[in-house]
């Protein structure tokens, strides 16, 4: 993907875009869930993407109860998700369908967050790199699905990351 053309400004607009592939860092820490809360975790996405599936670090599954994985724009509007379901295995990402698929993001700050019916559920994270929010029980949901909104979000600047990976 070429991103800067010779000859300064005026060069020509940059190739490749929109970008289809996100990851976060790798960590090795965890996040709980509290049943029936919405937990986020901040991230910037540097360029517009293209995405259908989202891949979850998943510390600790629930087979029994429904959760559900997504990222909300800073207005608090959920914009992607895999949609209630149970998980299964450990310590590993996990791909899951983006209902709705394909969506597009513009660049931007946007918060990954979980949810479940029940309080098994950890997803992988991992502290020492600074994001713009962290908030656990920002919101309630019902039967383990992400709600449509949780209202807008504000900066408040964590040093832990979430760890995923969109594409």
């Known amino acids: 993907m070429r991103v800067h053309g010779r000859g300064g400004a005026g060069a020509g607009t940059p190739t490749g875009w929109p970008v289809n592939y996100y990851t976060s860092p790798p960590g090795s820490g965890v996040n709980g869930t509290t049943a029936n809360q919405v937990s986020v975790l901040g991230f910037a996405l540097p360029a517009q993407g293209v995405f259908s599936t989202l891949s979850a670090y998943i510390s600790v599954p629930d087979g029994i109860n429904n959760s559900d994985i997504g990222i909300y724009n800073v207005a608090g509007t959920l914009v992607a998700h895999i949609g ?53 029980n920002i919101a309630a ?27």
Do not use: C, E
Request: zero cysteines; glycine letters at 12%.
């Open 84 to 136: 209630a379901q149970t998980t299964s295995g450990n310590n590993d990402y996990h791909d899951f369908a983006i209902v709705g698929a394909p969506v597009t993001l513009p660049p931007g700050l946007y918060a990954y967050a979980w949810t479940s019916a029940g309080s098994t559920l950890s997803i992988g994270s991992n502290a020492g790199i600074r994001t713009w929010l962290y908030n656990a």
């Open 141 to 167: 949901s019902v039967g383990g699905a992400l709600p449509a909104s949780i209202g807008a979000l504000s900066i408040s600047a964590t040093d832990r990351h979430a760890q995923f990976a969109l594409f």
